[in-house]
């Protein structure tokens, strides 16, 4: 079913499977950042802040280009930034400690801005190569 929706996106089950990919995004950054006594094993990967960064704009481009949907790049933004700040707070990784609220909301603050401007750039992108071609 083909939609021109700016929320969802023109394709509801594309929309779908991003998604699942911002889920899969939070779970593989939340396993590398959370501690191994937590976990009982050790992570290979470890997630720093520009690894995040990188992460958390890419993949709303991405999501942008393929479906549009201003919703869903917020999504793909907010899986990495969540599965990072998260157990920051909740496995008390920083001192003072802060609470589960606080990592959530920093990751909302990050995760929007970079979400809506990852679905500018990529509805741009996609917009901009359908008119040139």
Sequence with gaps: MDRSGLLVGRNVTT?????AVALVAFAVVFVSITPSE???FESPVRFDLIVLFVLA???PIFGAFVNDGALVSVALAG???LGFYL???AFDMVYPSESVLWGVGTAATFAVPLGLLGFAVGAGARRLIERVR
């Design 38 to 40: 937590v976990l009982g």
């Design 15 to 19: 929309a779908k499977r991003l998604l």
């Design 87 to 89: 157990p920051l707070t």
């Design 57 to 59: 704009a890419a993949l």
């Design 79 to 81: 899986g990495p930034a």
